[in-house]
């Protein structure tokens, strides 16, 4: 069982998409560092460094440090994504940062925990391409992380996350029923029960959605695709003056 679980990553592990009554975000590593101290006898603390908007090489600059002097004993890294999104991508690059996540938690005792996202690419534009970086991505991931130590969850793979009605307004992100998915994928790897009460936020159950090419409106394009246009041609990000939600270990009320 682990006690100091320590997230890092992009708006996927920030928790976009799932945004609570009070404003602020939850996500699937938060759900995660509730499941562990659920199932925990012993006082579970959780942190979560990601900040949406980040590439993968920001991600390990700013953040792997301040997680290791931290001691976690679970490390999780997800990133990539925002990489994938940009005119080139060079994916042995991405699986090579990742690999140092990896290499540097694996030398400070921690067990490893990587993460694809979900496939969101039938309903983005540019899907198609989407699809392609995405495929060889977590076919490069397989092949790099699966060995002792680390615990691969390959939601690129899950046919249920395709599914648009887990996956929040902007296309691009999941929403809470997503998230909980997510998250439930990661406690089954880690072999960890998942909460019972979870199933009450299944999507499969919900009204089917609009085909994609339905949902891709003017709206959703002045709402969504050239605000991003117009961030990467001012060099700006998301995330940009943004400080990690919980940076420090912090006790996990299981309640």
Known sequence: MYQRFIAMGDSFTEGVGDELPDGRLRGWADLVALGLAAAS???VSYANLAV???LLGPIVAEQLEPALVQAPDLLSICGGGNDMM???VEI???VGL???VVEAGLAH???MLVLSGGNPSKQLPLGALMQRRGDQLAEAARAAFTR???TLVDNWADARLTDTRYWSADKLHLNASGHTLIASNVLTALGILVPAEWSATDASGAPAAPPAQRMRTAAYYRGYV???IGRRLTGKSSGDGREPKIPLLTPVDPA
């Open 148 to 150: 002792p130590g680390v």
């Open 52 to 54: 949406r908007g980040r």
């Open 86 to 88: 940009r005119p080139r």
């Open 41 to 43: 006898a012993a006082p």
């Open 109 to 111: 005792g921690a067990h």
């Open 92 to 94: 042995s690059r991405v």
């Open 226 to 228: 050239l605000p991003w």
């Open 98 to 100: 990742m690999d140092e």
